[in-house]
């Protein structure tokens, strides 16, 4: 279901029917599935521009994410409904999951956040803090790290020197995209 859908997205934007950017997903599918056995209907997913599969596992229909991208909502979903929010900004969403989580706490509720983020957000001062912030205070947040080794276009490790942080708050994987950081690859005109 996922790669049918990325296919599908793909294919609307070559044609040149969504004229805003896309970033599209791909090789995280296994990982994700894994990962989204843990994810309950009450528990918040956060991300960054990369949140279609996302949302397709905690529930959004096909149809409704299709029209958000289409309506040029790719790279910050909202979904209060099935408690999806995701921001094209590097790290933007990372302190409004730790508020999540923080509220989550202080009214004893049983749900978790979980804020996916690629590898270069996690090398940012404001991941650090964050996860500093959640171990301090025990948060119900966790953390999912996808690594494709590349910081929009260029290697990760290179540009930002060490590795990406690891700890139990952090679940971690590698995979690596076919797609390029936006759109297919080919020139669209619009």
């Known amino acids: ?19 805003y950017p896309v970033h ?52 910050a979903l909202r979904f209060d409904e099935y408690r999806v929010y995701g921001s094209a900004i590097v790290g933007g969403i990372v ?32 991941f650090s803090e964050c996860h500093r912030y959640a171990d301090n205070f025990n948060l119900p947040i966790k953390f999912v790290l996808e690594d494709n080794n590349l910081s929009v276009c260029t290697n990760t490790r290179e540009v930002w020197g060490g590795e990406p942080p690891r700890s139990p708050r952090i679940e971690y994987f590698q995979y690596k995209s076919r797609w390029p950081h936006c759109g297919t690859g080919k020139r669209v005109q619009f």
């Open 1 to 19: 279901m996922l790669k049918q859908f990325e296919e599908e997205i793909a294919k609307t934007f070559d044609a040149g029917q969504i004229p």
């Open 95 to 126: 302190p409004i999951a730790l508020g999540a989580a923080m509220a989550i706490k202080r009214r004893n509720g049983s749900e978790k956040v979980w804020c996916f983020v690629g590898d270069m957000t996690s090398m940012t001062g404001i």
């Open 24 to 75: 599209l997903e791909n090789g995280n599918e296994a990982h994700l599935a894994r990962i989204f056995q843990d994810i309950r209907d009450d528990d918040y997913v956060f991300g960054s521009w990369r949140m279609h599969s996302k949302a397709l596992l905690k529930g959004v229909p096909w149809h409704d994410l299709k029209r958000a991208i289409m309506n040029g909502h790719s790279m």
